[in-house]
């Protein structure tokens, strides 16, 4: 982790920091991705799953596209093809309907990186099956934004809970609350999070 974010996670937030520090022999980066299309998919195959079974679904629609995916392999492929990797029938609708709309060219991925965070969710959710959580995760891990913060995660929801000690489940407005001070680096701070239910 960069030494000023961790400077920043002190002077605003001492609990967030000393969690920080727990984790700060894991490496806390981001997979930057050039391949938006797949990073879409597999924010989309992850929708609602855990880690490893989202990894494995996602290993054998990869397999189908022997290697590669593209609106053009995915078009080709039926819809039991893809069911057929495990992936939900909703799923499969969601992953079709975004390859038909990079191929029509509805949305144009490569530009997404030009703008802000918030006009790149607006974007993204006007996709049938991607909603604000698939576009929060694109952001910090295909392009690489420094500052988002997803609170429809469940697992930051439950790392929140644990830290700051609630004893339910913390409210959207509690965990936007919180997450403002963090600011401009809450991707970062999220990755702390995770790492700490891990």
Same mark, same amino acid.
């Given at each position: 982790?960069?030494?000023?974010?961790?400077?920043?996670?002190? =002077?605003?937030?001492?609990? @967030? #920091?000393?969690?920080?520090?727990?984790? !700060?022999?894991?490496?806390? /980066?981001?997979?930057?991705? *050039?391949?938006?299309?797949?990073?879409?998919?597999?924010?989309?195959?992850?929708?609602?799953?855990?880690?490893?079974?989202?990894?494995?679904?996602?290993?054998?629609?990869?397999?189908?596209?022997?290697?590669?995916?593209?609106?053009?392999?995915?078009?080709?492929?039926?819809?039991?093809?893809?069911?057929?990797?495990?992936?939900?029938?909703?799923?499969? =609708?969601?992953?079709?309907? @975004? #390859?038909?709309?990079?191929?029509?060219? !509805?949305?144009?991925?490569? /530009?997404?990186?030009?703008? *802000?965070?918030?006009?790149?969710?607006?974007?993204?959710?006007?996709?049938?099956?991607?909603?604000?959580?698939?576009?929060?995760?694109?952001?910090?891990?295909?392009?690489?934004?420094?500052?988002?913060?997803?609170?429809?995660?469940?697992?930051?929801?439950?790392?929140?809970?644990?830290?700051?000690?609630?004893?339910?489940?913390?409210?959207?407005?509690?965990?936007?609350?919180?997450?403002?001070?963090?600011?401009?680096?809450?991707?970062?701070?999220?990755?702390?999070?995770?790492?700490?239910?891990?």
């Amino acid at each position: 982790m960069k030494s000023k974010v961790l400077t920043h996670f002190r =002077k605003v937030d001492p609990i @967030l #920091a000393a969690a920080a520090e727990k984790v !700060a022999l894991v490496e806390l /980066k981001w997979r930057q991705s *050039e391949d938006f299309f797949a990073a879409l998919c597999g924010a989309i195959v992850g929708q609602q799953l855990s880690d490893k079974v989202a990894e494995v679904i996602y290993a054998r629609l990869e397999k189908l596209g022997k290697g590669k995916l593209s609106p053009d392999i995915i078009s080709k492929l039926s819809d039991q093809e893809l069911r057929d990797t495990g992936v939900s029938w909703s799923k499969v =609708k969601f992953i079709k309907n @975004l #390859a038909e709309n990079v191929k029509s060219g !509805a949305i144009e991925l490569e /530009k997404l990186t030009e703008l *802000e965070d918030k006009l790149v969710i607006t974007e993204l959710v006007k996709l049938h099956g991607i909603g604000p959580w698939t576009a929060e995760m694109f952001l910090m891990f295909s392009l690489g934004r420094e500052d988002v913060f997803s609170p429809g995660d469940l697992g930051l929801k439950r790392a929140i809970q644990k830290l700051y000690g609630f004893k339910k489940e913390p409210t959207k407005q509690q965990l936007l609350k919180i997450s403002s001070k963090w600011s401009p680096y809450r991707t970062y701070a999220s990755l702390v999070l995770w790492k700490v239910m891990d």
